[in-house]
């Protein structure tokens, strides 16, 4: 199908985006920064932005001959310090076994000399713009965070945000795959994912057709391509992400570019790290959003922002809301919070007569649960369980003297055998659940209780349980169809 006219008018193309932004708004000085990863690692580690580690530089090929290899780690990176678009980049996984060996992420064995080759490479300029004498960088390799490892073929997911005077304009996550061979370069076969600017979790999905004549066809895609159990692309929340943003816009500022493109990865021990700046940053980011950066750019091209914070309230204002606006059609799950507001009703309030005033002991509660995907069973306290109307459960089973722990789950299954028909007699007690609880094996009463969550009614199983920090626990049992933000606090 081809797309109306209007929306071809709305993307941004090369010559465009270098006479309209680059060339205007990032003055020499600044490109040559970007394009100098070491420079631009120095600039912002003494600013407090995190960045991967240098093991060593190689300035030419006499230092080449001298290299100690056996000083490197198992796993590490080489790229070329002025390379483009990714080019010139390998990543090692480990190391063979009683040999100058190393394992790509394909599993491919590289020995010494095959990198030797490849870096003589890197500092003859073939990676680098112009063909300009380079630098070989040896470096940390990213541990990616867990919550976006799940979704990557070896690689490191990296997040490309592009800002524009101080405001996050458009984002998205570059996902490795076996085709690019772990690496998140568009063009070798990696996965680029649309970011809403304001919830930072993902929509669209598409990859590049490799297979295809022509150049920079993309093809959607709804679930990873390459893993064992591959999963849904949509609807994953990136953590940190306004810390994410306000990182980009501070590397903004230090860099002196107005157009930029920030690469960001999340690593599992320092958080998020500046890949690079990229001062002439690529257009595919367009196609994974499926949306033109020219009227974004066009409405702040006049804005005057007074910070970091100021920037990403009025990125979320005018380009989020993609997500919450049609996040059923984009995933078929409702978004709730860490802390989502509830209506617990009370047991005894639908049988009360319309239009007559409620006892105390009769009124729906109005509170915060707490959402724990830790918990399989959702949870509630005594306290909240009998201000709803279950005190006589309750007080039956306290009654009960059920002993309070247990040596083995064995043990515990056999006394619920042998006391089945008292533990279950009261008409509230659905049942009884074993559980473990600071290491001590218990027995409490579930029951059933009516709650509103996100516009939605339901019944929901609750285990009765005092030893938690909360009225109310949602366990995992009861978040099927829901999208956790981890974002919004209470």
């Not at 790509?104 to 112009?130: A, C, Q, Y």
């Not at 990873?224 to 810390?243: A, Q, S």
């Not at 009124?363 to 005190?391: C, K, L, P, V, W």
Request: hydrophobic share 35%.
């Amino acid at each position: 199908m081809i797309a109306p006219l209007s929306k071809y008018k709305e993307v941004l193309g090369l010559n465009r985006r270098n006479q309209e932004y680059v060339r205007p708004y990032n003055p020499p000085s600044a490109k040559k920064l970007a394009d100098n990863k070491i420079a631009t690692k120095r600039l912002l580690s003494r600013n407090g932005v995190g960045t991967p580690d240098i093991y060593k530089l190689i300035k030419n090929k006499e230092e080449l001959m001298f290299l100690n290899w056996d000083s490197l780690p198992k796993s590490f990176v080489v790229k070329p310090n002025q390379g483009t678009g990714g080019n010139g980049i390998l990543v090692f996984y480990g190391k063979k076994k009683g040999e100058q060996a190393w394992i790509r992420p394909n599993g491919d064995i590289m020995t010494k000399k095959d990198i030797v080759l490849h870096m003589e490479n890197i500092l003859d300029g073939r990676f680098s713009m112009g063909n300009k004498k380079d630098i070989v960088i040896i470096e940390e390799r990213v541990q990616s965070d867990p919550i976006l490892k799940q979704y990557s073929y070896k690689g490191v997911p990296d997040i490309r945000i592009i800002c524009f005077k101080g405001i996050p304009i458009m984002a998205m996550i570059r996902i490795p795959t076996k085709r690019s061979n772990g690496t998140a370069n568009l063009h070798s076969g990696a996965i680029c994912t649309g970011i809403d600017i304001a919830t930072g979790i993902t929509t669209n999905s598409m990859q590049m057709n490799t297979k295809s004549p022509l150049t920079d066809i993309y093809e959607d895609l709804e679930m990873t391509t390459d893993l064992k159990e591959n999963k849904p692309l949509r609807g994953i929340h990136i953590p940190n992400w306004d810390n994410i943003l306000e990182i980009a816009l501070k590397c903004q500022k230090l860099s002196g570019l107005g157009y930029i493109g920030v690469d960001i990865a999340l690593d599992v021990n320092k958080g998020p790290v500046v890949f690079e700046l990229n001062a002439r940053p690529g257009l595919g980011i367009q196609v994974a959003n499926r949306a033109g950066l020219r009227p974004r750019l066009e409405l702040v091209r006049d804005l005057n922002v007074k910070n970091y914070k100021h920037g990403i309230k009025l990125a979320k204002n005018l380009f989020g809301g993609e997500v919450e606006e049609s996040i059923e059609a984009i995933s078929g799950k409702k978004v709730v919070s860490l802390f989502e507001k509830v209506i617990i009703y009370n047991k005894n309030s639908a049988t009360k007569p319309k239009g007559k005033r409620k006892r105390r002991s009769e009124e729906d509660i109005n509170t915060h649960a707490f959402i724990d995907t830790g918990y399989q069973t959702s949870r509630i306290t005594t306290t909240m369980a009998n201000r709803i109307g279950y005190i006589n459960t309750t007080k039956y089973f306290n009654s009960l003297n059920v002993p309070q722990s247990f040596f083995t789950m064995e043990k515990a299954q056999k006394y619920i055998d042998e006391n089945k028909e008292k533990l279950t007699s009261e008409e509230n007690l659905l049942r009884v659940a074993k559980i473990i609880n600071n290491g001590k094996i218990m027995i409490r009463p579930v029951i059933q209780i009516t709650i509103k969550i996100a516009d939605e009614i339901k019944d929901i199983e609750v285990v009765i349980e005092d030893d938690i920090n909360y009225n109310v626990i949602i366990g995992r049992k009861d978040l099927k169809g829901y999208l956790i933000d981890t974002s919004n606090q209470f």
